[in-house]
């Protein structure tokens, strides 16, 4: 039982539970208002955070079991081959038709209780997008432009805008400007991860936006991409938190400075091989 829970749990990439805080976490602080009472605003943390995650969960799964030859190849990626073939792909797909039946369940629930039909809106939307990414016959990760926009509406667009909705039914203009900063962030991020699977994903004939523009170049737009990201979205924070003393944000502000020197400094050893 030990074995299967754990071959699950790699097989979900139990890593990217971070990232999903980090997109509730935006979508909290930009999207909470004063007058919401404590007990409500923790049920919808929990709700929309289990959510996101059960959300990722599925993407990531079908993102395994697809990729599964090819992670078999790879030594940095072995064990996720592995765990699905421990795991059994049947069984995964079985899974992954009652996680996606629950999370429907969850999220019009969610959507009845908050009276906000946009939510299941961008649930759909996201989820289906994230398994056209990776499954066939559409896997939007071989299809050249196609995936890194996918990738960035997956990993970074529809997972804040469902926590911000989850808070509050008005657009901020400010929040925009930081949404677009976070997807060129996003996926500056990425770059290194896609410079890695470079030679797997080329020789199996996945074009990503690194294949189809070689090491050098790819490393340095990643590099032009974070930059222009963080001044964006730097920006929108210090601009909501000066004129609308928004003090959750605050904790971006510092928190921006300190993740974009790591990964710049990591981009800077990969630039100069």
Same mark, same amino acid.
């Given at each position: 039982?030990?074995?299967?829970?754990? /071959? =699950?749990?790699? !097989?979900?990439?139990?890593?990217?539970?971070?990232?999903?805080?980090? %997109? &509730? +976490?935006?979508? $909290? @602080?930009?999207?909470?208002?004063?007058?919401?009472?404590?007990?409500?605003?923790?049920?919808?943390?929990?709700?929309?955070?289990?959510?996101?995650?059960?959300?990722?969960?599925?993407?990531?799964?079908?993102?395994?079991?697809?990729?599964?030859?090819?992670?078999?190849?790879?030594?940095?990626?072995?064990?996720?081959?592995?765990?699905?073939?421990?795991?059994?792909?049947?069984?995964?797909?079985?899974?992954?038709?009652?996680?996606?039946?629950?999370?429907?369940?969850?999220v019009s629930i969610f959507m009845?209780?908050?009276?906000?039909?946009?939510?299941?809106?961008?649930?759909?939307?996201?989820?289906?997008?994230?398994?056209?990414? /990776? =499954?066939?016959? !559409?896997?939007?990760?071989?299809?050249?432009?196609?995936?890194?926009? %996918? &990738? +960035?509406?997956? $990993? @970074?667009?529809?997972?804040?805008?469902?926590?911000?909705?989850?808070?509050?039914?008005?657009?901020?203009?400010?929040?925009?400007?930081?949404?677009?900063?976070?997807?060129?962030?996003?996926?500056?991020?990425?770059?290194?991860?896609?410079?890695?699977?470079?030679?797997?994903?080329?020789?199996?004939?996945?074009?990503?936006?690194?294949?189809?523009?070689?090491?050098?170049?790819?490393?340095?737009?990643?590099?032009?991409?974070?930059?222009?990201?963080?001044?964006?979205?730097?920006?929108?924070?210090?601009?909501?938190?000066?004129?609308?003393?928004?003090?959750?944000?605050?904790?971006?502000?510092?928190?921006?400075?300190?993740?974009?020197?790591?990964?710049?400094?990591?981009?800077?050893?990969?630039?100069?091989?």
């Open positions: 039982m030990f074995e299967t829970m754990k /071959s =699950l749990g790699t !097989i979900s990439r139990a890593e990217f539970l971070l990232p999903n805080l980090g %997109s &509730l +976490i935006m979508g $909290l @602080a930009w999207g909470a208002i004063p007058s919401t009472s404590i007990g409500e605003l923790v049920v919808m943390i929990i709700l929309s955070f289990a959510i996101i995650n059960l959300s990722s969960a599925i993407g990531a799964q079908a993102n395994t079991l697809s990729d599964r030859e090819l992670d078999s190849k790879d030594e940095r990626k072995k064990q996720l081959g592995e765990a699905v073939n421990s795991f059994g792909p049947r069984r995964l797909k079985k899974v992954l038709i009652v996680e996606f039946a629950l999370t429907l369940i969850l009845l209780i908050q009276q906000k039909p946009i939510l299941i809106i961008l649930w759909m939307v996201g989820i289906c997008l994230g398994c056209a990414y /990776s =499954l066939p016959p !559409i896997r939007l990760k071989s299809r050249n432009w196609l995936a890194p926009i %996918s &990738l +960035i509406l997956v $990993l @970074a667009v529809f997972p804040v805008l469902f926590a911000y909705y989850t808070f509050t039914t008005e657009m901020n203009s400010f929040f925009l400007v930081s949404l677009i900063g976070l997807a060129l962030i996003v996926y500056g991020v990425i770059v290194p991860t896609e410079i890695r699977d470079y030679f797997g994903d080329k020789a199996m004939g996945i074009e990503t936006m690194t294949v189809r523009l070689g090491l050098p170049k790819a490393s340095f737009l990643g590099i032009v991409l974070l930059t222009a990201g963080t001044i964006l979205t730097a920006t929108a924070f210090f601009l909501e938190w000066a004129y609308e003393q928004h003090s959750l944000l605050s904790v971006f502000l510092l928190a921006i400075p300190v993740a974009v020197i790591f990964v710049l400094r990591k981009f800077k050893k990969l630039y100069s091989l």
